[in-house]
């Protein structure tokens, strides 16, 4: 089983429609992001959270908001969805930056939304 | 705030080639770089990083150079193999944790 788990893989909606894409971890880790990957832009963060009473925005925040349900599970809204949301979501753990001194990020497969 | 860029959207190789990747970032006080590849349909994977206290690291295959007086990073790919095509992703320590991706390089191996 994958250590990051996301949901769906694949979404196709319409302009204005509420979309909840979920992502949950096995990995035990305390910090999660929501990526947005766009063809030659690469990855943007949107939202992050150091742990559940954490939550903090990223640079391009606007148009989202996010839910740390438990230390397992971090959830991106999209409240009223418009076509230029339409792209590939990546939610990403890691563990404490300075104790183990690396930036390794792990990310889950994938959310390919679609807004019409 | 800290930018990276790539030098070429697409790279293509023979196999048994070695492959050069390049990155430019925009701030002189960024003390940590990391490159990620990223295979079709699924989540980036982390290959290799360096701290700004070094000018090069070597891992399996993979060799990364960090150029700080040009702000300058590469990853070099020895004796490239057809699972090494991918997207590959520079990214930098654009603050606490937070991790400022480039735009990919697309690597294509040819037989």
């Known amino acids: 089983d994958a250590d990051v788990t996301q949901t769906p893989r694949n979404r196709i909606t319409k302009t204005g429609k509420r979309i909840m894409l979920e992502c949950s971890q096995t990995?035990?880790?305390?910090?999660m992001y929501w990526y947005r990957q766009d063809p030659g832009l690469g990855l943007r963060l949107i939202y992050y959270?150091?742990?559940?009473?954490?939550?903090n925005k990223g640079e391009i925040s606007d148009g989202y908001s996010v839910s740390r349900q438990a230390q397992a599970k971090f959830s991106l809204s999209l409240e009223s969805a418009i076509p230029n949301q339409t792209a590939l979501y990546f939610c990403?753990?890691?563990?404490?930056?300075?104790?183990?001194?690396?930036?390794?990020?792990?990310f889950g497969e994938g959310s390919r939304l679609t807004v019409l | 705030g800290e930018s990276v860029g790539l030098h070429l959207p697409t790279l293509s190789v023979q196999e048994g080639d070695n492959s050069i990747i390049n990155c430019a970032y925009s701030?002189?006080?960024?003390?940590?770089f990391i490159w990620y590849k990223q295979e079709s349909g699924k989540g980036p994977q982390f290959i290799i990083d360096?701290?700004?206290?070094?000018d090069k690291r070597q891992g399996q295959r993979v060799t990364v150079l960090l150029n700080k007086t040009v702000k300058h990073l590469s990853l070099q790919i020895a004796a490239t193999q057809p699972g090494d095509s991918a997207v590959y992703f520079c990214?930098?320590?654009?603050?606490?944790?937070?991790?400022?991706f480039g735009a990919g390089t697309r690597l294509a191996v040819h037989p």
């Open positions: 959270s150091f742990d559940v009473k954490d939550i």
């Open positions: 701030n002189s006080a960024s003390d940590y």
């Open positions: 990995k035990g880790h305390d910090r």
């Open positions: 990403a753990t890691s563990d404490l930056w300075g104790t183990l001194n690396t930036g390794e990020l792990f």
């Open positions: 990214a930098v320590n654009g603050g606490y944790n937070k991790l400022i």
């Open positions: 360096i701290r700004s206290n070094m």
